[in-house]
Structure formats: structure tokens, C-alpha cells
């Protein structure tokens, strides 16, 4: 199951830890502060998602290349238009004349649009972009794909949803028929929605079909990281199309409901806004993060309640 860690304390910038449970791979969701982000959880991170490059989301990315330079894994960052030029610039702006050039590997994807994702590689150590090629696609490994939003905060800002993959479970009892390799073939031939695939068990063929009710397809878990967007309708189209009825959702809630003026002019959320767009969207569970720092605990509790009656008012 997917699992999302906030490593940031109140008032720091804001920093997101996405574990899959039983793998060692971690995806990390903006690079600000994190006090309670370790050094061995850095150095579990894959791919990291950024929203956007405002300092608050983007200043603690030299802290996560500290701890893994060395390393020699490829790693993927994602981000909005130009990322990878502001990659390449933090990078180039050190001196690399120690390091071996199989150190790490970064591989940038720069999303366009939703349909276009520029794919760069950057290594060490002269960190000279090089486009390898163009895709319709984010991110996907074995654990989890990774579907995006394009919002607007007078800049593109991404949110991201990660997605478990499907599981198939097959019912033993009901089957009364011995376990063997035809079980992985009928898994293998209901996912890919290969009706008419021969399966033979004890001597006899059958139809993959006539077998389908021996499985239940269990959905994969969804999370979201919404960060900063303007509470506007054009943002919340899109939002409904990529998060509804997801099962988690870590929203941007940057403002109290009294402060939305604020909200309106630096193209953010408050606390009302972003309850009831997760209602909307018919999410299971949704948590407000990312608050002003100008904020003490009590301003945080007010945007929580204010949050939570929109979430859950009938």
C-alpha cells in the first residue's frame, strides 16, 4: 500500500515522503525543508516529483543531491516546464572535479502537456543536457504510475496522483481444480482482457472467460499530492478529471477562509475551497497541508475545522 510522510514541521517548506509497502523505493514530493527527512530516506529516493520551483518547493534539492551523489543509481525527476534547465543550473553552479561520472545519473522528464514529456539525461561531470527522446507518458515502475494536473499559480504548477498497480486474486476454493501454472496464465489473460485464451487444466482446454468468475480484480490505491493552485473552476476541472474518488489526498491549503483575499492575489487556496473540492471529487480521505508561515498552530487548527466542515458537510 501507498503511504505519504510529511517531513516538514509547521513552518517549514514543504517536503512530502511517498513509501510503498515491503519496497526499499521512496518517492519524494517537493524538495523544501524537511527537518524529519533522513539521510537513509534520501538515499531510498527514485524519483522525485516536483510542483513547481519556488523557492519554498525547490530549495532543499541541493540537500537531497548531497546524500545521493555517489551513489551510481539513476534517478528521475519530474517537473514542470524548464525544470530541466534549473537542474542543470543548480548543478553546474559546483565545482565536480573529484567526481566519477557513473556518480549518479539523473534522468529529467519536463512536462509540456499532458500528452508531451520531455525526457533528459544529466550526468556528471559536466552535467551537459542531452534529450533522449519524447513520451505520452510520466512515470511508471513496478510498484506505481504516476497520472498529473497542470495547474495554474500564475506559474504551471503539477500535482500528482500515484497509483498502485491493480492486483488479481484468484479464489482456490471455488476453483476444485489443482493449483498449477494454469493460474498465472488465467491471471495474465484477465488482465490484458484476453477473453478467447485457451487454458487447460487436467487434460481439458477452456475458454479464459468460462474461468473469470474464479477472479477479483482489487483496485490500486490512489494518493494525491495537490500543491499550490488558484481557487478557480479551470483548476478544479481539472482536478475532478485526474484525482476523483481517489483514496487519499494531500491538498495545498495555504490560507485561513478569512485571509482568501491573499489566496486571490498569489493564485493560492484556503481552507474552505480546498475541503470542497475534495468533496467534489468524492475522495475517501483528504488532508490540507502547506500553510502560510505566517501561521501559528491555532491559525492551523482554524484552516483544518474550516477545511474539514466543507470536506464532510452534507
Not at 505566517?294 to 452534507?314: L, P, Q
Amino acid at each position: 500500500m501507498i503511504q505519504a510522510e510529511i517531513k516538514s514541521l509547521l513552518r517549514e517548506d514543504i517536503s512530502i515522503l511517498i513509501k510503498i509497502t515491503n519496497s526499499a523505493k521512496h518517492y519524494l514530493c517537493d524538495c523544501g525543508e524537511a527537518s524529519l527527512l533522513t539521510v537513509k530516506e534520501i538515499q531510498s529516493v527514485s524519483a522525485v516529483f516536483i510542483s513547481h520551483t519556488h523557492i519554498d518547493h525547490f530549495s532543499n534539492f541541493d540537500g537531497i543531491f548531497r546524500h545521493q551523489i555517489g551513489s551510481g543509481e539513476k534517478v528521475v525527476i519530474c517537473g514542470p516546464k524548464n525544470i530541466h534547465h534549473q537542474i542543470e543550473a543548480r548543478l553546474k553552479s559546483y565545482t565536480w572535479n573529484l567526481i566519477d561520472e557513473k556518480a549518479i545519473e539523473y534522468e529529467i522528464r519536463e512536462i509540456i502537456s499532458p500528452e508531451e514529456i520531455n525526457v533528459y539525461m544529466l550526468r556528471p561531470p559536466y552535467w551537459n543536457l542531452e534529450l533522449v527522446k519524447t513520451q505520452n507518458f510520466l512515470f511508471e515502475d513496478d510498484q506505481v504510475k504516476v497520472d498529473f494536473a497542470i495547474l495554474d499559480h500564475k506559474t504551471a504548477s503539477i500535482a500528482y496522483l500515484f497509483k498502485e498497480k491493480d492486483s488479481v486474486t484468484f479464489h482456490e476454493e471455488a476453483s476444485g481444480f489443482r493449483k498449477g501454472r494454469w493460474i498465472s496464465e488465467l491471471k495474465t489473460a484477465f488482465e490484458k482482457g484476453d477473453s478467447d485464451k485457451e487454458i487447460e487444466m487436467e487434460g481439458t482446454v477452456y475458454k479464459a472467460a468460462d474461468l473469470f468468475h474464479l477472479l477479483t480484480l482489487n483496485p490500486g490505491y490512489k494518493l494525491g499530492v495537490i500543491m499550490d493552485h488558484a481557487a478557480k473552476e479551470e483548476n478544479y476541472e481539472k482536478i475532478k478529471t485526474v484525482f476523483n474518488k481517489a483514496d487519499l489526498i494531500y491538498i495545498e491549503s495555504f490560507y485561513k477562509d478569512s485571509d482568501q483575499e491573499f489566496a486571490k492575489i498569489n493564485y493560492h487556496s484556503f481552507a474552505s475551497a480546498s475541503g470542497k473540492i475534495m468533496k467534489d471529487c468524492q475522495v475517501k480521505e483528504a488532508i490540507p497541508i502547506h500553510f502560510s508561515r505566517r501561521y501559528t498552530e491555532s491559525d492551523v487548527i482554524e484552516i483544518e475545522t474550516a477545511f474539514y466542515k466543507a470536506f464532510r458537510e452534507n
